[in-house]
C-alpha cells in the first residue's frame, strides 16, 4: 500500500475579477496548504476496477469522489489496465471550504503517478487535476501559490511568515456553486492581492494580517450567520487576523504568540465542535 498526504488549503485571499462567458468567475487567489491533511492509501488491482474505501459515510464510494475521479482519468488517458482499491482516511472537514475533495483527487494523482510508473511531471499532473477540478491544480503543487484562471493556473510564492492557523468549521456544510452564484460581481470590494504577496515574498506578518480578504464571505454570511458569530468570537478572542476560507463555512484565524493560542482555541470551543491548531506547511515539500 501506497500512502499519500492530502493537506487542506486556506485562502490568505480570495478575489473574483469578472464572470466569464463560460459562466466561471475568473478568480485571483493566494492559498496555501496546512497540516490538517487526509491520508490516502493506493493499492493496485488486477481486476481494473476502481474502489473507494472510506469510514466516513460523507465521502461517496463511486465516481462522484473526486479521487474516483483522478484515477478515472489517468487510467483512460494513458489506456492502463490496472484498478486501484484508494483508502481515504478524512481528516479534513467535508463541504468546508478547504479543498478536501481536491486535496484527495491531487494526492491520488501523485501517488498513481508512482504507484503506476507514469513519470508525469507536477506540472502534467496539475493539467490532468484541473479537469477534476479548479482548485486540484494547486493541491497537485502544494505549497503556496498565486491561483487565476478560475482557479487552474499556479505561480508559486515563498513560504508565508511562520504563525499559528486556527480554523473553526461550524456544523453546515456549504456549496461553493451556491455561494458563487450569490456573489454580485459588480459590486465587490477587492482584497488587495499585490499587497498579499508583498507580504509573504518580505516575510511581513502584520502585512500579511492587513492584508486577508475573501470577496465570498458577505454572500456566505449573509446566508449563514454563524459564520458571522465565529469570526466574531475569534476576532474577540485576539487573533490578528481572521478570515473565511473559500466559500467556507471554515474561518480562520492567525496568530504569532502561541501563549494566545489556547486562549483562542478554548474560547471556540465552547460553541464550536470542531476546532484545529495547524501550521501552514509553506513550501512544497511535506507533500510526498
Ligand atoms: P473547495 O474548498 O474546493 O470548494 P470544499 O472543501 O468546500 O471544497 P469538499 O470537502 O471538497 O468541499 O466537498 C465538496 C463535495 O465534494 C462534497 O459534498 C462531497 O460529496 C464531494 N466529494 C467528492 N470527493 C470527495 C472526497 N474525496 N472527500 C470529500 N468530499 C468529496
Known amino acids: 500500500m501506497l500512502y499519500v498526504k492530502a493537506p487542506a488549503k486556506i485562502n490568505l485571499t480570495l ?53 474516483y475521479q483522478a484515477a478515472e482519468l489517468l487510467k483512460n488517458t494513458y489506456g492502463l489496465s490496472e484498478g486501484v482499491t484508494i483508502t481515504i482516511e478524512k481528516q479534513i ?21 508512482e504507484l503506476w510508473n507514469l513519470n508525469l511531471s ?32 499556479i505561480k508559486e510564492l515563498s513560504v508565508p511568515p511562520t504563525c499559528w492557523v486556527i480554523l473553526a468549521k461550524p456544523k453546515i456544510g456549504v456549496s461553493t456553486a451556491e455561494i458563487y452564484g450569490g456573489l454580485k460581481v459588480d459590486n465587490i470590494e477587492h482584497p488587495n492581492t ?3 504577496i508583498e507580504a509573504i515574498e518580505n516575510n511581513d ?16 454570511f449573509e446566508l449563514y450567520p454563524e459564520v458571522v458569530t465565529i469570526k466574531e468570537q475569534m476576532q474577540r478572542f485576539g487573533a490578528d487576523a481572521v478570515l473565511m476560507s473559500g466559500s467556507g463555512p471554515t474561518v480562520f484565524g492567525l496568530v504569532d504568540h502561541e501563549a494566545r493560542v489556547s486562549r483562542i482555541y478554548n474560547g471556540l470551543r465552547g460553541f464550536c465542535e470542531e476546532v484545529y491548531v495547524v501550521r501552514m506547511l509553506g513550501d512544497r515539500n511535506p507533500l510526498a
Not at 23 to 34: D, K, L, P, S
Not at 93 to 113: F, K, Q, V
Not at 135 to 149: K, P, Q
Open 205 to 220: 506578518y502584520p502585512l500579511l494580517c492587513e492584508s486577508v480578504g475573501n470577496v465570498l464571505e458577505s454572500v456566505t
Open 15 to 67: 478575489d473574483v475579477l469578472y464572470k466569464r462567458p463560460d459562466n466561471y468567475h475568473e478568480v485571483e487567489m493566494i492559498m496555501t496548504t496546512v497540516d490538517l491533511a487526509d491520508r490516502i492509501g493506493l493499492e493496485t488491482r488486477k481486476d481494473g476496477q476502481i474502489k473507494i474505501v472510506s469510514a466516513d459515510r460523507f465521502v461517496p464510494d463511486d465516481n462522484r469522489n473526486f479521487a
Open 93 to 113: 472537514p467535508i463541504a468546508a471550504g478547504l479543498a478536501g475533495g481536491s486535496s484527495d483527487a491531487a494526492a491520488t494523482l501523485r501517488g498513481l503517478n
Open 122 to 153: 507536477l506540472d502534467e499532473l496539475a493539467e490532468h487535476g484541473a479537469k477534476i477540478g479548479s482548485d486540484v491544480s494547486f493541491c497537485v503543487y502544494g505549497g503556496t501559490a498565486l491561483a487565476t484562471g478560475r482557479g487552474e493556473k
Open 194 to 196: 499585490t499587497k498579499m
